[in-house]
């Protein structure tokens, strides 16, 4: 069959991989793709915001089936617009894409349904959201109720702070109209995991577990960033804990949405927190993690398609899900000045390194090719390297390893990802 990945990052390099080996696919295009995506896929030049134009696409190359990657086409409905062409589209419906595309709607839903997390007020006036900071109990953490790239959170520790949040995300409109509305939540404590899990409409299949660092600097310092490292499976995800998951937050997720008639086909991503109170859900993304598919992907035993398709088909019942009993470990090798300002450009050498070893990956987040066919750096993230191993400590070691395998002028990474294995 014909394949079609919408999007051009890390994530959909570690999809077109995973997907590119499954014998059913002939050929895979990645609309836009990049100098990574472009060893596993036909990279195709049209933007994800184009749905007209990749609807066109997928029709004139007799595409069989088109995976949404990325919040902002979801959130859109571009799968709707697939659909409306007859076409077979991987991923959440607009009206189901809200879950993440509306911090007020999963809150909403979540206190309806009564899945744990943390307690909360939704504000349309920046009056309003001052007058309730007056009385709340500091650190507290405002939220922008649309998609704003994983910026719009402020974690807020004293009043003065908190209101300053509310005058950038509200009044001075710091992230445009994702601010016109804001969630102010209690500040939680505990370790953050990452779960994916594939969804089609009404089951659930829940892949194994990831950690990510958000902050740009080693010891989580710095500003927030898409996600500096990842690594798979999370020791502090225990089973006591994936047992609760289970019971009160996935299913009932999905449950959820059905009885608002927004059933959810496609990936639902729970960020969760361990608090001593037990799991609660931080946020849901409706897609794959960045970098976190990075480090769940390969670790994977399942053709990827098969799934894709029994998500579609609403036969997800009949799949089990089977991931390799090892370990993963991504690090981000960023531009320096990343997530702020930094300098694109650069000559990437060494990436050949990559194709001979065994467990080891390089998965482009920003490259592409200059006038002479060179491969450069072309975005804040550039790479993610990943290593396997049999447990997170060799994998660790392997992924920063291959860290010195590549260069380029500007290169950073943190040296920290995963160090926190090390308390175990
Ligand atoms: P979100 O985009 O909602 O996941 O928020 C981004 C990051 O902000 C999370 O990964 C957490 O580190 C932090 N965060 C969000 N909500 C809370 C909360 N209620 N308490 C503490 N930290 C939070
Ligand atoms: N790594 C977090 C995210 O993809 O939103």
Request: aromatic share 10%; hydrophobic share 40%; proline share 4%.
């Amino acid at each position: 069959m014909k394949v079609l990945i919408v999007g051009g990052g890390g994530r959909e390099h570690a999809i077109a991989w995973k997907v590119a080996q499954s014998p059913k696919v002939e050929k895979l295009y990645c609309a836009p793709g990049n100098a990574g995506i472009a060893e596993v896929a036909e990279c195709v030049d049209i933007g994800v915001m184009e749905f007209d134009r990749l609807v066109t696409f997928a029709r004139e190359n007799t595409v069989d089936l088109t995976i949404v990657a990325p919040d902002d086409p979801l959130a859109a409905g571009a799968v709707d617009a697939f659909e409306a062409a007859g076409l077979r589209a991987f991923g959440p419906r607009k009206n189901a894409a809200i879950l993440e595309g509306s911090k007020a709607f999963s809150k909403d839903l979540m206190k309806k349904y009564g899945i744990p997390t943390a307690s909360y007020e939704t504000f349309d006036s920046a009056e309003a959201a001052l007058a309730y900071l007056e009385q709340a109990k500091m650190p507290i953490v405002l939220k922008a109720d649309g998609l704003a790239l994983g910026k719009g959170v402020l974690i807020c520790n004293t009043l003065k702070e908190a209101k300053m949040g509310v005058q950038t995300l509200m009044l001075d409109k710091q992230f445009g109209i994702a601010g016109n509305r804001i969630v102010i939540e209690e500040f939680m404590t505990g370790r953050e995991v990452s779960v994916l899990s594939f969804v089609d409409g009404k089951n659930i299949r829940v892949m194994t577990s990831a950690q990510d660092h958000k902050r740009a600097k080693d010891g989580d310092q710095g500003l927030n960033t898409g996600g500096m490292g990842t690594f798979s499976p999370s020791p502090f995800y225990t089973k006591e804990i994936d047992d609760f998951c289970r019971k009160y937050i996935y299913q009932p997720t999905v449950d959820a949405m059905r009885a608002e008639n927004r059933e959810f086909k496609g990936i639902i991503f729970f960020g969760l927190m361990l608090t001593k109170d037990g799991p609660r859900v931080l946020e849901y993304n409706a897609r794959f993690g960045d970098p976190e598919t990075q480090v769940v992907l390969p670790r994977m035993k399942n053709d990827i398609v098969e799934v894709f398709e029994a998500c579609i088909d609403g036969t997800l019942d009949q799949v089990e899900l089977e991931f390799a009993d090892n370990a993963a470990v991504c690090v981000v090798l960023a531009s320096d000045g990343y997530p702020e300002h930094y300098e694109k450009g650069y000559p990437i050498l060494g990436l050949e390194r990559f194709t001979k070893a065994d467990g080891y990956y390089v998965f482009h987040a920003g490259s592409k090719w200059d006038a002479n066919g060179a491969i450069v750096t072309n975005g804040g993230r550039v790479l993610g390297v990943t290593a396997t191993g049999s447990n997170l400590k060799e994998a660790r070691a392997r992924a920063y390893e291959a860290t010195k395998w590549v260069e380029f002028e500007n290169k950073y990474m943190r040296q920290d990802i995963g160090k926190a294995i090390d308390e175990m």
